[in-house]
């Protein structure tokens, strides 16, 4: 880096050199003058172009409304589709279906050209296609060399009509799906997003629906297929074309092939009215992961057709529009109260859009951070703006619409969806110009009449601990609860019945075998882990210490990027790295507790002092060795015993794994027993899931305390 330096360096100053002695005294042109400016905010700038529009053919056939834009700049067509379907059609108790549905038309590909077949021949064409749903339309595209595309219309199209819908392809898409689930409260941006989204809407609301496992459970085949029947036909389609080509040309080719598509009835919009409730209200997500928090406030927002629209664009930039909005000066800036801020007022064509300010701080200030920005919002109440600050936040303003139009296709795609919601096709143009005619009144006027401070619905997620009481000073505290809920009501499980005094006198048998009627303070491990999230031969030397009398465990990785630290004391889970320590999600917790609670140390003491129940249910088998199977019903745990040695040869339960939606089997095996520092310990253990390794740990040294 210090030699890339040096060369641009040297590079730079050549070349200063090398001018210098082009302008020496020889030299007959005429130097050009260069004026410094004293003070910059004197300069005076032109006022900016007009937003050019680009030309757009449009006609209607067989129930199909084409926009057509010309662009020869490079020899590409790209071919966008709306479709008048959503996840607003999709039954309560299946959300995501339209959305799967978008992914698997794609991915599952069609009778003729299966998925893995498109794919290979699109990348040999340079091509894409893509679909999706979302909520209130969906979407076709195909991007095609000029040369390819009446050859890969038809196909492009078969995609749109004919879909397969493969089961491997739906098995895939809900797997990805369950796993999305269980990681979804891992970014606490995200579940700030969620949950404030429900508290505008609500939580059963079509315009905030969540997905859950029994969503994912409950879609088949037979409903991608019922909601592909209900999407697609002709009048449920816009059709959008830019590129190299003449739309008197390509008229008739688009006839010719989307003439082929069943008229059938175009779908309505038939969205509920927006069941808002109005605030104050002040509520919580803890993460005691956390050392920051991240805050949403805000109330419902309007509509798109709102003659104010507008001038509230122009108050939420003056608000909190980027680096020069007031959210960021005051909040952010001046006060240092926020890593980050943004906000903005939606206004919806098809429902209410909702109002929002956001910003993360650190966890001692969440309260101060709140009541600033609270205090902005009143203060474009209170105190007219200057028609200064109006004009500054025009002219950005207005610079950021420019690149809306910043292409033929992102002009195209503005004026499809203005047709899609009903706008009319100069609305573009007529927002423009809105804005150009606000005033400082305006800004004033909307400001009182649309924002509520007295009526904010506050949203805080950070970690409890830190925050403390300072939530309270605005109100009673809504505790959220965000548990991911696990699929159906889960099977009882089977009762076992045994022998429980057989079931007791092995357990005394292990607990002598393993502590040698010693008390185990603590254990402590060196070795070398192996897990399936590391490439395949690799290996992390590991140190462990468990502490069974305060119920802890410590776990240093030493890894190539340096050593890693994750804990569990007291309840929660953390990790410490290059100095920093951050405390890791509560389901990580629970899986530390559930491994000390099962360990064979731990199972030893209990069993040494009475306090573990077991029912011996007969003996099996493993790897020719014959053991004893004991059930320990309060922890729900099989234990399988060596019939020679009473030492542990295998323990299983069942546990919900989140990123898969289901119960899966855990089992660790225990083997190579040693003896050291009076205990004997298990020289190598490994864990699988459903019959699979995912790790296994070999010690080198133990001792015992």
């Known amino acids: ?65 084409f926009f057509l834009v010309e662009d020869n700049e490079v020899p590409l067509i790209n071919l966008s589709s709306v479709i008048r379907a959503g996840s607003w059609m999709e039954p309560r108790d299946k959300v995501g279906l339209a959305s799967i549905t978008g992914e698997v038309m794609r991915s599952g590909g069609t009778p003729n050209f299966p998925g893995d077949e498109l794919n290979e021949m699109l990348e040999s064409r ?47 898409a809900l797997t990805q799906r369950r796993s ?94 927006v069941a808002y409730t109005d605030g104050p209200s002040i509520n919580f997500v803890p993460r005691t992961e956390m050392n920051q928090s991240i805050i949403r406030m805000g109330h419902i927002g309007g509509f798109r057709d709102n003659p104010d629209y507008a001038a509230l664009q122009v108050m939420n930039q003056m608000l909190s529009g980027g680096f020069s909005g007031r959210l960021l000066q005051e909040v952010r800036t001046r006060q240092g109260l926020a890593y980050s801020v943004g906000g903005s007022f939606g206004s919806g064509t098809l429902f209410q859009g909702q109002f929002f300010a956001g910003l993360s701080t650190a966890s001692e200030t969440t309260a101060r951070a709140i009541e600033a920005t609270i205090h902005e ?24 619409l420019a690149f809306r139009y910043s292409s033929r296709s992102a002009a195209l795609s503005e004026q499809i969806n203005n047709a899609y919601v009903g706008l009319p096709f100069d609305a573009f143009e007529q927002y423009v110009e809105e804005v150009r005619l606000v005033t400082t009144e305006d800004i004033q006027r909307v400001a009182r009449e649309y924002l509520r401070p007295e009526a904010l619905h506050i949203l805080v997620v950070g970690n409890p601990n830190e925050i403390g009481d300072q939530l309270e000073r605005f109100g009673p505290v ?115 507790a559930r491994m000390l609670e099962t360990h064979y140390v731990t199972l030893s003491h209990k069993a040494a002092s009475g306090e573990l129940q077991a029912a011996y249910t007969g003996t099996e088998t493993i790897n020719g060795r014959e053991v004893a199977v004991l059930v320990l019903p309060e ?49 190598v253990q490994r864990q699988l899931m459903d019959g699979e390794e995912v790790s296994s740990f070999t010690f080198t040294t133990h001792s015992a305390e």
């Open 1 to 65: 880096m210090r030699n890339l330096f040096k060369s641009l360096f040297f590079t730079g100053t050549a070349a200063v050199l090398f001018a210098v002695g082009c302008a020496g005294p020889s030299q007959t042109a005429e130097e050009p003058e260069f004026r410094f400016i004293e003070r910059p905010e004197t300069l005076v700038f032109p006022e900016l172009n007009p937003i050019v529009v680009p030309e757009v053919h449009s006609f209607e056939f067989n129930g199909i409304t």
């Open 126 to 172: 340079a091509a894409s296609i893509e679909t999706s749903f979302g909520l209130t339309s969906g979407s076709a595209s195909m991007s095609v060399l000029k040369e390819d595309f009446e050859e890969l219309l038809p196909i492009f199209i078969e995609v749109l009509t004919q879909p397969a819908f493969p089961q491997e392809k739906l098995d895939l």
């Open 180 to 273: 999305v689930i269980g990681r979804r409260n891992d970014q606490p941006s995200g579940i700030a997003t969620r949950e404030f989204r429900h508290l505008i809407y609500g939580r059963n609301s079509v315009f905030s629906s969540v997905q859950e496992y029994d969503d994912l459970n409950n879609i088949s085949r037979e409903d991608l297929v019922d909601f592909h029947r209900q999407a697609i036909n002709a009048n449920n389609l816009m059709i959008g074309l830019s590129g190299d080509f003449s739309a008197e040309e390509i008229r008739p080719v688009l006839e010719r092939y989307f003439g082929e598509i069943e008229q059938g009835s175009p779908n309505t919009f038939d969205f509920p009215d």
């Open 377 to 400: 919002i009143r203060r474009l109440q209170d105190e007219p703006v200057t028609q200064e600050e109006l004009d500054e936040t025009r002219e950005r303003f207005l610079n950021s």
């Open 478 to 592: 809504n505790e959220i609860d965000i548990s991911i809920p696990r699929p159906g009501a889960s099977a009882p499980r089977a009762v076992v019945s045994g022998d429980t005094e057989a079931g007791q006198q092995w357990i005394s048998r292990m607990a002598e075998a393993v502590l040698n009627g010693a008390s185990i303070e603590t254990l402590s491990y060196e070795g070398s882990l192996a897990s399936s999230q590391l490439p395949p031969g690799m290996t992390v030397d590991v140190d462990v210490s468990y502490n069974f009398s305060t119920n802890s465990v410590v776990q240093v990785l030493n890894t190539p990027m340096g050593s890693q630290t994750i804990g569990y004391e007291n309840g929660a889970a953390y990790v410490e790295a290059m100095g920093q320590r951050q405390n890791l999600p509560s389901e990580a917790a629970a899986s530390y």
């Open 635 to 683: 922890s729900e745990t099989t234990l399988k015993l060596d019939v020679q040695t009473s030492l542990p040869v295998q323990l299983s339960y069942m546990e919900f794994v989140p990123q898969l939606g289901a119960e899966a089997e855990m089992v660790m095996t225990f083997e190579e027993w040693t003896s050291g520092s009076g205990i004997q310990a298990a020289r």
